[in-house]
């Protein structure tokens, strides 16, 4: 049996279209279904529904086989002990670094102000800030990042954009690109030596799925 790791919303969303071109259909709805283990039309590989950031621990301990998980959340777990054979081109966006509209960004960088920034990104933000040579206090929330600027919290926010309209709906605007985001198939080591029979051919078909 192989098992892969998914969340629900977004990746699965955008997996759906792969997933049934490579005959793994899932049989239930993950996003109805209250089961957390689904099973496939290949009776072979099994699906486990999983939060987003979740997805690499799984996958490192074995516990799934393979799984696909975003960069921005790769970055974060730091990508130890994953096998990351292939990206999969879905859930595109960008990591930037975003402040309210008004706020001069740039001047406050240019004089060394120390400034607070929210994310839920902290490893992200820190390697971000730490190169370009700027003194941040990062303070670490789980979601609804754009608030924090709007109520004191933070001068700016590190978080993910795909169309803007979060960042415009609370009058932020973009102030620094830090890396384009996608999501990535990943692999447990150790089951692609023990199960390569049956993994390799899954890879495989991925990678062909993804290209489209
Ligand atoms: P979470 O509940 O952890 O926020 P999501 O389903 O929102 O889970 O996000 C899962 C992944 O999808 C993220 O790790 C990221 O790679 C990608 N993603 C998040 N937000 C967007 C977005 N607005 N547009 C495109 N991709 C996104
Ligand atoms: C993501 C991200 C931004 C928003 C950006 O949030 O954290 O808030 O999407 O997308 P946009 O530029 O198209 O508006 P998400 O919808 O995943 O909400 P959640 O993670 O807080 O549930
Ligand atoms: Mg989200």
């Given at each position: 049996m192989i098992t892969l790791a998914l969340s629900k919303g977004r990746i699965f969303d955008e997996s759906a279209p792969l997933l049934a071109a490579i005959g793994l259909s899932l049989a239930e709805d993950p996003g109805k279904t209250r089961k957390l283990i689904v099973a496939t039309k290949n009776p072979g590989v099994r699906v486990i529904i999983v939060r987003a950031t979740d997805v690499p621990t799984y996958v490192q301990y074995g516990a799934a086989d393979l799984g696909i998980a975003g960069s921005d959340v790769l970055a974060e777990h730091g990508g130890v002990g994953l096998y990351q054979p292939l990206d999969l081109a879905i859930a595109k966006c960008r990591m930037v670094v975003a402040a309210p509209e008004g706020f001069d960004y740039e001047s406050a960088v240019k004089q060394g102000a120390r400034l607070r920034v929210a994310t839920k990104y902290i490893g992200t933000a820190r390697e971000h800030f730490a190169a370009k040579g700027v003194h941040v206090d990062l303070i670490h929330l789980y979601?609804?990042?754009?608030l924090a600027p709007l109520v004191g919290l933070a001068d700016a926010i590190v978080d993910l954009v795909d169309t803007g309209n979060t960042l415009r709906a609370n009058k932020l605007k973009v102030v620094e690109e830090i890396e384009p985001i996608s999501s990535r198939l990943i692999v447990n080591p150790a089951s692609l030596k023990l199960k390569r029979s049956a993994l390799g051919p899954v890879i495989d078909a991925f990678g062909k799925a993804a290209r489209g």
């Open positions: 979601g609804s990042m754009e």
